[in-house]
């Protein structure tokens, strides 16, 4: 197996160390519901909702956000610099010790 180490601070502050397959093509939203973290993932990874959203916490280099990406989180709630969509970050090996934060419930 070729799994890595990722950080998921949920919703109430509590810190998740989980191990995250990076043989399996999963997205971090997807590894996310897997671990019963409170994800909605309500358009099933289509970068279409902002229910995954989630803040990178750590100094990762990650993938640039598509069109698709900027345009959600533009008409997201509690958008920071640092918001990404978790159904748009493939795990790979580049990203273990990945820190997130999952971003609040839309008001």
């Given at each position: 197996m070729s799994d890595i180490k990722i950080s998921v601070i949920d919703r109430d502050g509590i810190e998740h160390q989980i191990?995250?397959?990076t043989d399996m093509n999963m997205n971090l939203m997807e590894v996310c519901k897997a671990y019963e973290l409170p994800v909605e993932g309500t358009c099933g990874g289509m970068a279409l909702c902002a229910s995954c959203q989630c803040y990178i916490l750590s100094n990762h280099s990650l993938n640039e956000r598509s069109d698709d990406e900027e345009a959600m989180l533009a008409?997201?709630?509690?958008v920071r610099e640092t918001s990404r969509l978790g159904c748009q970050i493939p795990i790979t090996k580049s990203l273990e010790g990945l820190q997130v934060e999952l971003a609040p419930e839309e008001d």
């Open positions: 191990d995250a397959p008409e997201a709630f509690n």
